[in-house]
């Protein structure tokens, strides 16, 4: 039978992918030509595994390469919000009270309602924002809180992505270490069959030559 491929205490990456077994000696694998097609099969399912995983990881890339420009975004709208927050609170502190008015100037802005469409709006200084947090989920935090929030979640999509983008090249890696090891194992078998015809030629060769009326 053809050895284990890869044995569960195989070394792995940080996620956890196991690495490919790297083949110098075909007969720690395969001991004779009977084990080749099983020790092919197992090589090419390896194979397999390792590719589902790399199309899964450039899915999960992609969607991150989406969601981090947004979460930029939506973290620069907060910040700026509390950039005038902080300057009308400052305002406050040298305007003599019945000069100031809180709120008094309006953010103009432009959001978009669809992807070609687009209008003006007036937004009221506020010390709340509202931020859509999935599945149909809108929840109001306070300006402070919402800054902190997206900064977590921008620092850990980033990492996310740095890991995924790092998955991907190990993947890579091992895909071609076992495209490499199944052509070793294909090519051993090729030299070990040539050797079998020699040594069936030879023997009939012999056979004739012991029979001189053959």
Not at 78 to 88: C, I, P
Not at 94 to 116: C, K, R, V
Not at 161 to 174: G, I, M, P, V, Y
């Amino acid at each position: 039978m053809s050895k284990e491929i890869i044995s569960k205490d195989a070394p792995t990456n940080p996620r956890g992918i196991p690495v490919a077994p790297f083949v110098d000696k075909v007969e720690d694998y395969v001991s004779s030509r009977d084990e080749v097609d099983g020790t092919m099969r197992s090589f090419q399912e390896m194979i397999s595994k390792y590719q589902f995983m790399e199309v899964n990881t450039q899915r999960r890339s992609a969607g991150l390469k989406d969601k981090i420009p947004d979460i930029e975004k939506t973290l620069e709208m907060v910040r700026y919000l509390k950039t005038k927050k902080v300057n009308e609170m400052k305002a406050a502190e040298y305007m003599p009270a019945h000069i100031w008015q809180p709120g008094s100037e309006p953010i103009e802005t432009i959001f978009e309602l669809n992807d070609t469409l687009y209008a003006k709006a007036k937004v009221p200084p506020t010390k709340d924002v509202y931020l859509w947090l999935g599945a149909n989920v809108m929840l109001s935090y306070p300006i402070e809180d919402a800054e902190t929030l997206l900064d977590g979640k921008l620092s850990t999509a980033k990492q996310n992505l740095a890991n995924a983008e790092e998955d991907l090249d190990f993947l890579r890696e091992q895909i071609t270490t076992m495209e490499v090891a199944t052509a070793r194992v294909y090519n051993w078998d090729v030299v070990q069959k040539r050797k079998e015809k020699e040594e069936t030629g030879d023997d009939k060769s012999k056979g004739k030559s012991k029979n001189p009326n053959g």
